[in-house]
């Protein structure tokens, strides 16, 4: 059975940095689409940033130049480096593998049926 498990939520004050991981069993990260979803309180579930195969990686225009994705696929994990974190990056953050882009208003609950998705980890930005 696929499990994909994220950790290193948490809070930081704006302007901090924090790094989420995600490893996965059942399956390998080298040879799947991965994405890291993320959905704040009243809004819709947001790629953040995907790694599509034979794509360069992706990032959402409110996290370019602040958000890296990365993987090691020896450990079989891939990361998030949120840097200068800003109040509006407060959200329960995801990474999927092999699901698509999310249709307007879709709730990333909603949309686990499609793909392997973890159980997500709370990251809360102060002022």
């Known amino acids: 059975e696929v499990q994909l498990v994220e950790s290193g939520g948490g809070s930081v004050q704006a302007g901090g940095s924090l790094r989420l991981s995600c490893t996965a069993s059942?399956?390998?990260?080298?040879?799947?689409?991965m994405g890291w979803y993320r959905q704040a309180p009243g809004n819709e579930c947001e790629v953040v940033s995907s790694a599509r195969s034979g794509s360069s990686t992706y990032y959402a225009d409110s996290v370019k130049g602040r958000f890296t994705f990365s993987q090691d696929n020896a450990k079989n994990t891939v990361y998030l480096q949120m840097n200068s974190v800003k109040p509006e990056d407060t959200a329960v953050y995801y990474c999927?593998?092999?699901?698509?882009?999310?249709?307007?208003?879709?709730?990333?609950?909603?949309?686990?049926?499609?793909?392997?998705w973890g159980q997500g980890t709370q990251v809360t930005v102060t002022s």
């Open positions: 999927a593998a092999e699901a698509p882009t999310p249709v307007v208003g879709d709730s990333c609950y909603a949309m686990r049926p499609f793909g392997h």
């Open positions: 059942g399956l390998f990260f080298d040879t799947s689409d």
